[in-house]
């Protein structure tokens, strides 16, 4: 059993991938993952990296007892986020994850070739994620989550937000005519 595990195909969102953003204090790399419930192999891989995560608590901090309570990032999209509040429509039939990371995670094509341009990783976009879960007990936070370590874009999507142009968005036979005033009615 492991603590890593790489994940089956998952959509991704709030995409924060190439910058670090500042969360609590701290520079941070982050997505949330939208892991579809049909996924049962990813699920299972989750599960088991869960426990072993717990296991890896236990054996680092002999004699020390298992937190109790312990939040986890992963929660169900047809629920109620963490904090009140329905999750968006995207979220429907999937459980959500949002992961991170201090270092900036390896972020790659099917080829493996690295991806360097930003509009490449958006919200919306497929792909596979690399994470390694570990518990947390530090000023009266406890928890089981997940660091990011790598991103593989697989293919495009709907944007969940923002939208994305493309060359084929200029393509509508424009023409300037200097001459009209658009406001001469």
């Known amino acids: 059993m492991k603590t890593q595990i790489t994940t089956g195909r998952v959509r991704l969102s709030y995409c924060n991938l190439f910058e670090p953003k500042e969360q609590d204090g701290k520079l941070t790399y982050s997505v949330t993952l939208l892991i579809p419930k049909t996924d049962k192999g990813t699920l299972q891989k989750i599960k088991n990296a869960m426990e072993e995560a717990k296991n890896a608590y236990l054996q680092k901090y002999t004699g020390k007892k298992l937190p109790t309570d312990l939040k986890h990032t992963l929660h169900d999209g047809d629920g109620e986020r963490p904090n009140g509040g329905e999750f968006g429509p995207e979220c429907k039939g999937c459980y959500v994850m949002t992961v991170s990371s201090k270092n900036r995670p390896v972020l790659v094509y099917k080829d493996k070739t690295p991806i360097t341009d930003v509009q490449e990783l958006y919200s919306g976009c497929y792909g596979r994620a690399i994470l390694n879960f570990y518990v947390y007990d530090t000023n009266g936070n406890k928890g089981l989550t997940a660091g990011l370590n790598g ?34 009615f």
């Open 151 to 184: 991103v593989m874009k697989l293919s495009d999507g709907e944007p969940l937000s923002g939208g994305v142009v493309t060359d084929a968005d200029w393509d509508d036979d424009w023409e300037d005519d200097e001459e009209d005033d658009l406001l001469d």
